[in-house]
């Protein structure tokens, strides 16, 4: 009897920091290990911590009823190019969540998310496909997330926020709440620094840092 395939697809730190959370999800919906792979295309190792490291053609030929995939990958051009590939190969996007991570009311999460231990998702919420939120990330009430948008750890996303399409927002950043019909908004591929403090919107593809926040630009 064929059984379904699992996979956190990279092997960096962001994979190897993801795997812990896929192995307890699958563990809880009693999925054995040995359905579990790191998935990478150029592995320098067969296994990493504890787990078997396969080539994507490898999981592609390897007998199963279903195969499924998170998306490791902090750069979001990368994990969009892989998401499409993964789509066109007929592999499922699989979303992981942590035990503790809180999600209250009128939540929408797209696909291939990855919530991080100690997230929180508040109320009336929208967010796309591929999302990271990273260790204690929150993100609060009406705020609406793109595809491919990436929070590293500690991110706090204040109210009435909209972050466009393969956004950044660097650890520990602060997004000052919006208004109602009035949002604050993070432009498409934009990103925030590390610690910045966003205080009005962002265009895209800007990178803004400092508190409050103002645009970069390398001298």
């Known amino acids: 009897m064929t059984v379904p395939l699992f996979a956190v697809y990279g092997v960096s730190g962001c994979g190897r ?10 563990q809880r919906q ?12 150029q592995p320098e190792a067969q296994v990493v911590n504890g787990q ?11 007998e199963a009823s279903s195969r499924h995939v998170v998306l490791a990958i902090a750069n979001s051009t990368v994990r969009a190019m892989l998401a499409a590939r993964c789509a066109a190969d007929g ?5 992981i969540a942590a035990t ?4 209250m009311d009128e939540v929408t999460l797209g696909e291939g998310a990855i919530l991080s231990p100690f997230v929180t ?28 948008v990436t929070f ?18 660097g650890s520990g950043a602060v997004i000052k ?3 109602p019909g009035q949002p604050l908004v993070i432009g498409r591929g934009a990103v925030v620094g590390m610690g910045a403090v966003v205080t009005r919107d962002v265009p895209p593809g800007v990178t803004v840092v400092g508190n409050p926040a103002k645009p970069f630009f390398k001298g």
């Not at 009693?30 to 295309?41: C, E, K, M, S, T």
């Open 17 to 26: 920091s993801v795997m812990p959370v896929a192995r307890k999800q699958l």
């Open 100 to 103: 503790n991570v809180v999600v």
């Open 30 to 41: 009693g999925i054995a290990p040995n359905q579990l792979v790191f998935v990478d295309d």
């Open 152 to 169: 590293a750890p500690g991110v706090r996303c204040n109210g009435n926020v909209v972050v466009e399409d393969h956004a950044y927002i």
């Open 52 to 62: 078997r490291v396969v080539p994507y053609a490898e999981f592609l030929q390897a």
């Open 177 to 179: 709440q919006g208004k």
């Open 91 to 95: 592999v499922q996007p699989w979303t």
């Open 121 to 148: 998702l508040t109320s009336n919420i929208r967010i796309g496909r591929h999302f990271h939120a990273n260790l204690y990330s929150h993100v609060e009430h009406d705020c609406v997330i793109g595809d491919f």
